[in-house]
């Protein structure tokens, strides 16, 4: 037994509402019609959001970094990061600063997000970065694209 869909009255298993709530005894939609709606539903609502994302980030980047500056700055590092962005909207962007001389990603890279870059513009920000250490030597950055 469990309650029926409408008024809450214990009914079979089987049945989706009780003969109250159904008098005409119609038949009940089938379980996979339910689930098939549901399914249809989610589906739908995924696309729609694929939709507004890709909008929402249409003509930002790509964005190229380069390092400006490397100063000590214990107990690590300040690091100036040029950000140009190539696109035709304005956007910020997240970039690695790592040792080009070490390979791979490891600890010994940090990243930082840039502020609002204009299209067409570039902007410089400084990024303490305590995970390379306190001497001062050349260090490479990749920013992303949305």
Known sequence: MHGCV???APIPIADGMCERCNP?????????????TVVLGI???????????KISIHGVGPFQ????DVISAPP???VTVTVTNEGT?????????YDPTIQGIGPESTYADSPQVPPGQSVSFSQR????????????VSCSSP
Request: hydrophobic fraction near 50%.
């Open 6 to 8: 409408r008024c809450g």
């Open 24 to 36: 005409l005894g119609l038949k009940q939609p089938a379980a996979s019609q339910a689930h098939g």
């Open 43 to 53: 589906v739908g609502a995924v696309i729609v959001l694929f939709v507004l994302a």
């Open 65 to 68: 970094g380069v390092v400006a």
């Open 76 to 78: 690590g590092l300040a």
């Open 89 to 97: 909207t304005t956007g910020s962007t997240t970039c690695r600063i």
């Open 129 to 140: 970065v305590s995970t390379l250490g306190t001497v001062v030597r050349p260090l490479a």
